[in-house]
Structure formats: C-alpha cells, structure tokens
C-alpha cells in the first residue's frame, strides 16, 4: 500500500511540475515578445524578468537579486570575465540620479566590473552627470529599443 501511494505522489508531483514548468516557459515567451508599449504596462518585476531573458539571449549569465535588500543591483550579468550589476527602472517619468547613487553603491557590493542603469523613459540631466563622473552606463528609451530588437533571437 504504502508504494503505491509514494508511487501516486511522485506522479502527481510530476505532473504539477511540468505544468508549472510549461506555464513558466509560457509566461517567459509572452514577457520575451513584449514590445515598448506592453514594458510601458509591466510591472518592475515583469521588467527585471524581461532584461534576464533578453541578457540571457545576448549571451550573458544572468543571476536576479531579492526582491528585497538587493543593495542596488536588480540584475547580476556575467560575460567575457566581467561582472555588471543592473539597475532596472520601469518609469513612468524620467529616472533621477537617485538610480545611479544605487547602482554605484551596488558595484562596490557586488565587487563588479560595470555598472548600468536600463529604463523605458529617459534620464535627468542630474543622473547622466552622475553616471558620467562613475562610468556607470545609461540605457534609455532608444537604446532599451534597440537591445529588445537585437535580443529576441537567441545567439
């Protein structure tokens, strides 16, 4: 009786697991195929998430901080033995240099090579001052358009 019941149980939990992997792999296409107007929408995990798979598409290593005491960093990439902390702001008005206070911060935590901030708006005049004295990278709007379009292909 009793192997019987473990036998059900691995079934079924084989099976809740390939549900949930197949709805995972469902969600990662719809948030993959996003274009600029559905980022507008997204929540900031949903964008986080987004960045990972387009990074990851790119060729990167990519590792997601908590949600929660992350020190500044939303993303860790790794590539060609450099470590870049991202810092991603899904906004709905222009990014101050709040963002790249953080992302400074987080590049002494993280013991990383680059640090960028992504947005899906634009930067203050304050933050490119900022990010230009760190070499702390800004990707706007544009540039966030562009790294969608040459991401969605897998390398």
Same mark, same amino acid.
Do not use: M, P, S
């Given at each position: 009786m009793i192997p019987l019941i473990? /036998? #059900?149980a691995?079934? *079924? /939990?084989a099976v809740i697991y390939g549900v949930n992997e197949s709805e995972r792999k469902d969600e990662e296409k719809r948030i993959l195929n996003s274009g600029i107007r559905e980022v507008d929408e997204m929540s900031g995990k949903e964008f986080e998430k987004l960045l990972s798979l387009l990074f990851k598409n790119a060729g990167y290593q990519v590792k997601l901080t908590p949600g929660s005491q992350d020190y /500044? #960093?939303?993303l860790v990439l790794y590539k060609d033995g450099e470590k &870049?902390? @991202?810092?991603? +702001?899904r906004y709905k008005n222009p990014v101050s240099v +709040? #963002?790249?206070q953080? &992302? @400074?911060s987080a590049v002494k935590y993280y013991n990383?090579? +680059?640090a960028m901030v992504i947005t899906n708006n634009r930067f203050t005049g304050n933050a490119?001052? *900022?990010a230009r004295s760190n070499s702390v990278e800004l990707w706007d709007r544009n540039k966030l358009i562009d790294f969608m379009i040459k991401a969605k292909i897998p390398n």
């Open positions: 473990l /036998g #059900a691995a079934v *079924l /939990g /500044g #960093a939303d &870049i902390v @991202v810092q991603a +702001k +709040k #963002a790249v953080e &992302i @400074v990383a090579d +680059k490119y001052n *900022l």
